[in-house]
């Protein structure tokens, strides 16, 4: 596999190292430097910014070109032509379904998507005011203590029937963390529903009324859940990777994952997106924030701009840009005042130097939170949102590492800057 050499002089007089250069399908070859340890150094790169930890087959991404595929299948065509169940076996198992094949898979799901009894009593052990995504983060980690029937990583049937579970009750648990909060009886899964319109009516429904779900608001919904589905390997993914490479069970791990997704840099953007045009109020105060978001000296950025990878354009927010339109059209919202902010800040930022130097772009988050919160989510259940959507793509890559010959314990090394060894000072001599 390796092609060609990279040759690394350490300057000690010692002959250049020889390493191996691996060509990836597309976008950049990768250097191995594993063997680096045995002559005495190792590679500094807080952040990834250079460094692959893995080997995947599952999502590419070019930033520049503004490009996101799913198992070779652009996301635009996703978007446009696929559902989420499609989706979501195209990212688990490589290819896209047949007919009876999705219908099988969903109908496993469909199956599945209530919890043990027994989980509605850990709700119970929460503040009513407790965030949905913190309940989440203790739920999805106590399945857990569930299905020990499934626990044997190293067999692919049992990593399936993890996935499975997974994927139909993680949209149970963040429904039953909303009903929660509100104070509302939880809404159990309807099998008659597929996996979008089952998630709004529990949500949305209660023992008293029935929800009906608007078709345009499902479809939105579904293009926010595909957008969100995977995105190679983020923070949040690193984690469930990290997590699952000491062998814990894999609900443990997606539980580790969202947690490092609520954070406001990952997936609690659109949140912070939402609640940043709430406080604009105006777009007279546009320009204010636009010099706040460009003033050094304070840490405040505008939310919903930027990404690690992405710095021309997100693929993802051109689509979700187009979503945004359809569900205020259909709802007769489009002289939202949200909306307008968020339109008119889009447009002075994009023209400002700071922001096209630093090519700093709205993301796809910059536009998901408007959309949801027109169809009725409330704003502390954006992140939740964006977990479910990224739970088939944490287990997707949970499952190829599992399965991966070359995978062993994640073990990062650092860059030493603490003290010499010193001799230890009785505490009465200090
Ligand atoms: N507003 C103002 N300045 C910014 C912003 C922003 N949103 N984003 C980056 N910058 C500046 C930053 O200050 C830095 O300036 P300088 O070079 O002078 O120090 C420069 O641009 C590069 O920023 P960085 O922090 O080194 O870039 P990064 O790749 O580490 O960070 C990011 C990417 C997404 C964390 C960051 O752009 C950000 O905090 N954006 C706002 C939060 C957000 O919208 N996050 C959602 C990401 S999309 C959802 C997902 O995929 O999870």
């Known amino acids: 596999m390796a092609e060609r050499k990279a040759y690394l002089d350490l300057g000690n007089g010692q002959p250049p190292i020889e390493l191996p250069i691996y060509s990836a399908t597309m976008g950049p070859d990768v250097i191995d430097i594993r063997s680096l340890g045995k002559h005495g150094v190792f590679t500094y790169d807080p ?9 995947s ?10 490009i996101l595929l799913y198992r070779g299948y652009p996301i635009e065509q996703l978007a ?11 990212l688990l198992n490589g290819e896209l379904p047949t007919g009876s094949q999705r219908h099988d898979f969903d109908n496993t799901l469909r199956k599945v998507s209530m919890v043990h009894d027994q989980i509605n009593n850990f709700f119970r052990g929460f503040r009513r005011d407790a965030h949905p995504m913190a309940s989440m983060v203790g739920v999805v980690g106590a ?18 029937i993890s996935a499975f579970r997974m994927l139909a009750k993680v949209p149970t648990i963040a429904a039953m963390s909303y009903k929660y909060n509100i104070g509302q009886p939880f809404v159990y899964p309807q099998n008659r529903l597929g996996y979008v319109e089952n998630f709004m009516h529990m949500m949305f429904a209660t023992p ?11 479809r939105a919904l579904e293009r926010i859940f595909i957008l969100h589905a995977d995105h190679e390997q983020n923070a949040s993914t690193s984690t469930v990777r990290l997590a699952g ?14 947690a490092s997704l609520w954070g406001p840099a990952h997936g609690g953007a659109n949140e912070a997106v939402l609640k940043m045009l709430e406080e604009i109020g105006d777009v007279s105060n546009i320009p204010d924030v636009i010099a706040r978001a460009k003033d050094k000296s304070n840490p405040f950025r505008l939310m919903g701009f930027g990404h690690r990878v992405y710095k021309n354009f997100d693929p993802r927010a051109n689509l979700m840009r187009k979503t945004c339109h359809e569900v205020l059209n259909e709802l007769g919202m489009q002289d939202d005042r949200l909306f307008k902010t968020a339109l008119e800040l889009e447009r002075i ?4 130097p700071y922001f096209i130097e630093k090519k700093l772009y709205p993301n796809v988050d910059f536009y998901s939170g408007i959309v949801l919160r027109a169809i009725g989510i409330p704003v502390n259940m954006f992140t939740a949102i964006f977990a479910i959507s990224r739970t088939i793509g944490w287990i997707s890559q949970w499952s190829e590492m599992i399965a991966d010959p070359e995978q062993r314990i994640g073990r990062p090394r650092q860059l030493y800057c603490g ?7 009785p505490i009465g001599k200090r």
């Open 208 to 218: 008293c009324e029935e929800y009906v779900a608007n078709p345009v608001l499902v």
């Open 349 to 352: 930022a994009l023209e400002d």
């Open 80 to 90: 446009e032509h696929a559902d989420f169940m499609e989706v979501c076996y195209l």
């Open 57 to 66: 087959s599952i999502t590419y991404i070019d930033g520049d070109a503004g």
């Open 47 to 55: 952040g990834f910014m250079s460094t692959a930890s893995c080997n």
């Open 143 to 160: 399945l857990s203590a569930f299905y020990h029937d499934s626990f044997d990583i190293a067999d692919p049937r049992h990593r399936e």
């Open 245 to 258: 490479s000491s062998g814990a069970n894999p609900f443990a791990c997606i539980a580790a994952g969202i």
């Open 419 to 425: 003290a010499e060894q010193r001799e230890f000072v």
